[in-house]
């Protein structure tokens, strides 16, 4: 069998209520890594001010201010260069976002089947949870 050494990466571009994280937030992603579903690869923070200025932070630069204590990324500097500044744009003016690179563990098994199998992926995406809540609410009732 195909041994991947890494699963599937998703790059998720998340925008926070305030300049920073909410305790909350951090809370839940560091017990989401601890089940190990999945690995943090890389988080660069972002704070645009209102003049439009872009700020950006590693997470070495903020860990014990943001409350991500001893967080171990796998591999910093993945979240950089012209994808992050693509997704940089997308930061309004006044808010602050992370950009987060997290391998999907749970599916890396998976995947080595699929790919020993000769079979790919030939198409994915992601519905967010507000979406998908939404529409079972609305078809449960």
Sequence with gaps: MTELHFGPV????????????????VTALTDTLETQAVRLIDIVFLRRDTDGVLTAQEIEDVSDEYGFGTVELEASGIAGGEDLDELAEQVPPGTSAAVVVLEHVWARRLGSALAASGGEVLA??????????????ELRS
């Design 124 to 137: 994915a995406e992601r519905i967010p949870a507000p979406v998908v809540n939404d529409l079972l609410t």
């Design 10 to 25: 998703e790059i998720l571009l998340v925008g926070f209520g305030s300049d920073r994280p909410d305790p909350g937030l």
